[in-house]
């Protein structure tokens, strides 16, 4: 089977939904890509059935209305040869062929090992939040929560909404570098003001700075956590704990495309080009930002894309959002002490087993790939991989398709996919 | 912020390691998963017990099988009337 469009957007997040809509609106043949079943990525996630949030309401009613044509469930897996993308959808698969494309992939959560991170009801911060939206029983549930920035306190803000009780909540940060960070937000008003509501709704929660998880116990599942704050050692019980530090842009697409990508970002020209001509990087593969730089930077890509000019104050915005992302980037940071926390016998690669005193002599990732079997599994290095880079500061490796576990049929090129023909834009 | 619970909500009935479960259309076969008393999607290579970590698509630990669809994600899958999910240990 094969498609066609003017233009690809893979992901369907604030970034993709917002190029895809400049672009529709437009008058380009649009087509979104998404691994989730519905539109809105994580942060907007259950809004195209709940439509509580009013700013996802209006864009995903946008979308709607744009005429792009939405996929759902399609994980792009390879790409053989420019402008085409191979992509699996449930238990078949289907190949694009591409004018332009706008990668809006976000990010995922960075993890840390740490004893019993693999317990059962250890999750991610973000990860716990994401579930808690999906329906999961979190109702009475005892939960401590352990980061960096802001994500903590969304996450925290869900889980209470929902009838869960945080117990606690670790922020890794120094008191210095947070309340650094905080006295900044008054150049981002509606940061500020989103941060005090979640605050107040969460006054009762025991919150430290200085914070962050030894050890997570339980016997098969998590049971209790070994918390370090500000120095002394406190053992909550708890039902989940969602710990993880911070968000890491999916650079997976983006690397199997060719893009050049610095320490954690897409290099993107003016307007949001990547090296590879046609090729477009939007939101989180341009650093940390959340849902405002995501907006603001699918808006320039889709436009862009669809080659039209771009509104001043859509470069104003961008530029104020990024200012955000540079402050956030700093805070997030994580200290030096958790990547101490891992004993010789921890897991670092969760999909292969392969436990910390395994890596012993190796000097990169793909040392470790060869030697220790890190990163081999069905998550291809997504976790232990990023883990690495922060544990031992082992650099990003090149991507070879496929990106993700795929099957056999997924891999084979349509022969009529090279003779089709698409409007260029 | 809780929501109204006279907007009654469609359910639907799956079968996790053939028990049934009933939950609102829209929940994900992960958040069903926390509705059993194993909040357990597979062992490991050493036969200890893993749950979901990401919830979204990234870690591949809730992967099941799915009305006979091996290495599903059950993070990434909605709950469907009749659905049979199967985990690894």
């Known amino acids: 089977m094969r498609e066609a469009c003017d233009l690809v957007v893979v992901g369907a997040g604030p970034g993709g939904l917002a190029a895809a809509c400049r672009a529709a609106e437009a008058g380009l043949d649009v087509l979104v ?40 469930g399609a994980r792009v897996v390879a790409a053989p040869q ?92 120094s008191a210095a570098s947070h309340w650094g960070f905080a006295l900044q937000l008054w150049r981002h008003p509606a940061r500020l003001l989103q941060g005090a509501l979640m605050s107040a709704a969460l006054i009762s929660v025991p919150t430290s700075t200085d914070a962050w998880v030894i050890a997570a116990e339980g016997e098969g599942r998590v049971e209790s956590v070994r918390l370090s704050v500000r ?27 060719g893009c050049e990508t610095s320490a954690s970002a897409v290099v993107v020209n003016e307007r949001l080009e990547t090296r590879v001509p046609k090729v477009h990087a939007v939101g989180e593969l341009l650093g940390i930002g959340g849902v405002d730089q995501a907006l603001v930077t699918g808006e320039l890509a889709g436009l862009a894309a669809a080659e039209q000019p771009i509104p001043v104050e859509l470069e104003h915005t961008w530029h ?42 190796c000097q990169n990732l793909r040392e470790a790939r060869l030697y220790a079997r890190l990163g ?26 496929p990106c993700l576990p795929a099957r056999i049929g997924s891999l084979r090129l349509p022969s009529d996919v090279s003779s089709t023909h698409t409007r260029e834009s | 912020m809780r929501e109204p619970a006279s907007k009654a909500t469609p ?3 799956l079968r996790i390691n053939g028990r049934a479960v009933t ?61 049979e999910v199967v985990t690894d240990a």
């Open chain 1, 33 to 72: 890509l998404d691994a989730q079943p519905e539109p809105g990525g994580q942060v907007w996630r259950g809004e195209a059935r709940k439509g509580a949030n009013r700013l996802a309401r209006r864009w995903l009613t946008r979308f709607a209305a744009s005429g792009a044509r939405f996929r759902p």
């Open chain 1, 82 to 173: 420019p402008g085409v993308l191979l992509v699996e959808e449930g238990s078949s698969s289907f190949a694009v062929r591409y004018g332009r494309a706008v990668l809006a992939t976000g990010a995922r959560e960075r993890f840390l090992p740490f004893p019993g991170w693999t317990l059962p009801g250890v999750l991610g911060v973000s990860g716990l939040q994401v579930l808690v939206k999906d329906g999961f029983p979190i109702r009475g549930k005892r939960v401590v929560l352990a980061g960096t920035g802001p994500l903590l306190l969304a996450a925290a803000a869900t889980i209470h909404a929902h009838g869960g009780e945080v117990l606690y909540i670790a922020e890794q940060a």
């Open chain 1, 231 to 257: 120095g002394r050692e406190e053992q909550p019980r708890c039902d989940y704990l969602g710990a993880a530090y911070g968000l890491v842009p999916n650079l997976e697409v983006a690397r199997m495309l």
């Open chain 1, 320 to 361: 104020r959002v990024h200012a955000f992302a540079a402050q956030l980037a700093l805070h997030d940071a994580p200290r030096a002490e958790l990547r101490r926390l891992a004993t010789p016998d921890t897991l670092l690669c969760r999909c292969e087993d392969v436990p910390m005193s395994a890596l012993e002599g």
């Open chain 1, 376 to 401: 081999m599994g069905a998550c291809q290095g997504r976790t232990c991989g990023t883990a690495a880079q922060t544990l031992f500061g082992w650099p990003g490796e090149d991507v070879r398709p």
């Open chain 2, 11 to 13: 359910l639907v009935t």
């Open chain 2, 23 to 83: 939950v609102p259309v829209g929940t994900s076969v992960a958040a069903a998963l926390a509705m059993t008393d194993r909040f357990v999607s597979r062992a490991d290579l050493s036969g200890r017990p893993r749950g979901p970590l990401c919830g979204m698509g990234v870690c591949f630990e809730c992967r099941a099988t799915i009305d006979g669809v091996p290495e599903v994600l059950m993070c990434l899958t909605p709950c469907r009337e009749d659905q």
